[in-house]
């Protein structure tokens, strides 16, 4: 079945069985493997994407109900190799290790900022519980996140300021 | 180091290495490589725990031409994975010793017609009884294992243990368990093979030691070192999981790529992952322990078991770092550690971060929390009352050089946690709170490197080599697996060379390329991979200098010319260090004496736990983790690095549970497999003590497992202190404090207190 | 993947008549997909049983929360983050958002939705006790016509519900009548967040001095099904909240369900837990 939507800005139309997971969509028919499988059933977050400017894991995702969707993949979170805020701020305070729930989480973390600009620690810790990191005991990752909202915030202060 | 420079690469928090590429999703781990012509591999397991295999049946409803099918009489030479032992078949051809035994491999185009033809094939078997505890083990029955079920045991001796117990104040003795625990790394195990006639077997995988795969494969296709090429891709994470069950993996992929003349694909999902690779070994420890009235350690007798599966794969060498740190960071006048691995159904437990020492630790820091209740002392004064110091001998009779004062550490701990007016404060508030708070901490300590002669053995070498496009690579086959490895020895060798740490890159772990520096475990990389960095670094400014390229005192661009002039004039620039022990360190094999490590890391961990008595689920609120590592070589990595263990020692502590059926793991899902989330770990607060060890590099001893030690004893303390009841089993699930709480009649059931107890007089 | 997708089959029209045409067509042929969150589970696992699924995602006419004088309506396509965004469902029924907030992950909230989450009737689902304490209400729809039933009437035992094989649930309905009511809920999961429930609890009641004079009380995790425990609120309705009715109640209570020993916890451990969460909220509301 021929489905059309667009990923990283770019028009797509895959050839593929309509319950096919958007993961291996994206993974196998696109080649864009920054998305990462860790469980397949939900729980991990490591194949989140966003949805039509929602987080979703792409495991759950039959790919018909992505017809016509906009998706953004860890590929589309930098222009031309260059690091959004939140990837420099992720490397930065040490919140990627072995790397693998990285794509997921810098997604979440994207998500979390959209929705809440300088989010507190609680928001923090609701926003990414369904992406798991086994390396960090997540601090680096709190603490990341935290940064990019601090100077989030302070960016709109200062243009509003202006 | 040249008078008057100062270090300015190692002690800074670089960027992690290899974090960009990790950072924006351009990491390719072995689900993300694809090679052409290559097929899928898919094993067909057995579902029974003990018996035979009857017969194989591959049903006609299945197309099985388009298949490559292979069994253990595909093997070519014998049928064993190369660990320590060769009891570890590649694939069961008629014995069945645990319920995942690969029997049958399968090789398709299409990965999703994997799955109905793995469900397809039929296994008839003669079922045995199984044996699936220590207790069944040691009744041996049956036996299902060499004479008696024992893998190895070990007895460790010191001072006469006979003599203490008829002056002990206090007998007191405990029984501790601790569970399997899932390594739980996000990417599940994976690799690639491809087979030649000529060029012999190629493995790509997610793996921690790429030179054990290769003595793996050189066993199983009798090919030469030359032959086998190992080389290790991005690895998301391994924990000790990837240690040694690759060689597994390997062999069967290789095996399939042999048959079907193409390279072959085998990536497990979660579920097989869980129930199929190593886990960390279940324990049962006992302690009793002599006593004085004021409430010093007389003597102790351990006994510490294992549970290690249906295979001896590494249980060995697990064994023996239990048994080393059974008896702590105290200061023993004589104790006996008795160890014994034992063979059960169930599949073969392996690595895990700490490998021994989380175990026989747990039981050791209940049990000082015991004896101190008994005894009368605070559990920090009955601490402080024993403490090892520096010039003192260990258990193995190891006279201690590291300059430590446990004190200090434990002051520091207690003060950042706030532990005493947190004490206080919990006590007045607990009996009218529904939700009960406790403080609690461990002690402990661990080994840097392989114990014993273990490094002396391996004889690691690292090399160290200038390219031409005027870089300078590190040559390892220590392997980065999210820990820091490139990083840290990237630092080690800037500064040893005195260049950027940007004008430093590693090689990619492949046996074609890199000397064996040995196995990424046993918190080794740093001390001695990084000390052989340094001196290989050290030989590449002497060669310069000799040969009168380098002048003293020079500049890192006149460094980099030369390697440039070397390597004109002589093509290649390059350096190899192979390890040498540090001097007047020794270990006796046969007598379990001398010793054990050359260094070891020192830490108290303080827990801050809450039960609410309505669910009876236990919380941690707050965690001071302080340690002295040697030196920091990397800030933030290393605060990353205990962060990360402590969670994974939260888990140990609280929630992660293997529910095990018959030699089976019910649980394997991530849904039903509970680790902590980002909504369940607490602030964790790091804090490095230095005191730099001469023989790692630039004073670094070890890091990675230290943080595992610590959690779970500390954890129960502070339940045992919100609660007043002494829980002696970690996991501890909700279901197990509803069922102590409930309990009408308050029995203690252990640890029990034998005569003479409570003869002495009390120390206050 | 434990499934061979190619043998799957989906179809997503847009309207919900195209869905009931099809659904009517041959009943029970089609299984109907809403956020997938539960379908794709038991695909990646290999136990999706129907291989034809016909997807709602298109179907934008079930997600709504539409406020009337005395009722809101919620479409079934409505998804957890839908409902925790609505400030009137977090002002008037609390208990849902709390459910709503409890339900898997923020992706799985982003795609899950209220309908599939009752359709799905596992025992252990978030957002039944709070739909159940608040008296709701469905609207069930096919190409025959539509029907409404009481949401307690909903579930008719492990893993079943009132659908017929042609029906699908259109829309749930909550009467606005709890202003000032006194309202509680909670989740006993295996950790923080991302849980599935080991037990769970929505509680709505109001009284007169001491006395109990309104009381509904769902739950999750306590028998094969979600249930209303209706012995429980006969056990406090019209009663003085003191000890010896505390004591009734929680009796009544441990009498209605018969949770399970399963991987996740033990029946004896529901019972107990349950029942303390229960005192808990009577406790609470004796001294309100």
Known sequence: MAISFVVNGEKKTVDVPPMSRLLDVLRDDLHLTGTKEGCGEGECGSCSVLMNGELVNSCLVPALQAEGATICTIEGMSKNGEMSPIQKKFLECGAAQCGICTPGMVLAAHHLLQKYPSPTMEQIREGLAGNLCRCTGYQRIFEAVAECGKEQSELIATSGAK | MAPGFKETIVGKSVLRKEGPEKVLGQSRYIDDIEMPEMWHGATVRTRIAHGRVKSITFPSHIPWDEFVVVTAADIPFENYIAHILKDHPCLVDKEIRHPEEPVVLLAHPDKQRLRAAVDAVEIEYEKLTGVFTIEDSERMDPVIWGADNTFKSYLMEKGDVDSVWADAAYIIEGEYRTGAQEQLYIENNGVIAEFSETDGVTVWGSMQCPYYVHHAMMDLFHLPEDKVRIVQVETGGAFGGKEDYPSVLSAHAALLARKAKRPIKMVYDRMEDLAATTKRHPSRTRHKTAVSKDGKLLGGEIEFAIDGGAYATLSAVVLSRGTIHAPGPYFWPAIRVKAKAMATNCPPHGAFRGFGAPQSIFALERHMDHIAKVVGLTPEELRRRNFIKTGQTTATGQTLQDKIDMNEILDQALTEADYHAKRKQFAKENPASAVKRGMGFACFFHGAGFTGSGERYLASIVGLEATAEGKLRVLVSSTEFGQGTNTILSQVAAEALRVEYDDVIVQRPDTNKVPNSGPTVASRTAMVVGKLVHSAALGMIKTLTESGLLREGYTREEFLAACAAHLQKHGALKVLSQYEAPPNIFWDDQTYRGDAYPAYAWAVYVAEAAVDTTTYFSEVKNFVAVQEVGRVLNPVLAKGQIEGGVAQGIGYAIYEKVIWKDGVMANNQMTNYIMATSADVPQIHVHFVEAPFEYGAYGAKGIGELPMDGPAPAILNAIEEATGIAFNECPLMPEDVFEAMTKTAHTEEQPVVTEPAFTGVGPR | ?288
Request: charged share 25%; with cysteine; glycine share 8%.
């Open chain 3, 1 to 288: 993947m434990r499934s061979n997708v190619s043998e799957y089959e989906m179809i997503a029209p847009r309207t919900l008549d195209a869905v009931l045409q099809t659904m009517a067509a041959k009943p029970g042929e089609y299984l109907p997909v809403a956020g997938g969150t539960e379908v794709m589970v038991m695909l990646g696992v290999g136990k999706l049983a129907a291989k034809k699924l016909v997807s709602l995602g298109a179907v934008k006419e079930l997600r709504f929360i539409a406020e009337r004088a005395d009722t809101v309506t919620i479409g079934s396509g409505t998804t957890f983050t839908d409902i925790r965004k609505s400030a009137l469902i977090a002002k008037e029924f609390p208990l849902l958002a709390q459910a709503a907030g409890w339900t898997g992950s923020i992706a799985n909230q982003n795609r899950a939705t209220l309908g599939g989450n009752m359709v799905n009737a596992s025992p252990a689902a978030d957002s039944p006790p709070a739909l159940l304490a608040y008296g709701a209400e469905v609207e069930i729809v096919s190409a025959r016509g539509a029907r409404t039933l009481p949401y307690s009437e909903f579930h008719k035992g492990y893993k079943k519900t009132a659908l017929a094989a042609d029906e699908l649930l259109r829309s749930i309905t909550l009467p606005r009548r709890f202003a000032g009511y006194f309202q509680r809920s909670r989740k006993v999961g295996t950790r923080n967040a991302q849980a599935i429930s080991k037990v769970a609890m929505a509680f709505v009641a109001k009284k007169d001095g001491d006395v109990v004079t309104e009381i509904a009380i769902g739950g999750a995790s306590l028998r094969e099904m979600p249930i209303r425990c209706a012995a429980t609120e006969r056990a406090l309705l019209g009663k003085m909240l003191d000890a010896a009715t505390i004591a009734a109640a929680r009796v009544a209570l441990a009498g209605e369900i018969a949770p399970i020993d399963d991987i996740r916890s033990t029946g004896k451990y529901r019972v107990q837990v349950i029942g303390n969460i229960l005192e808990d909220f009577l406790k609470e509301l004796a001294g309100s």
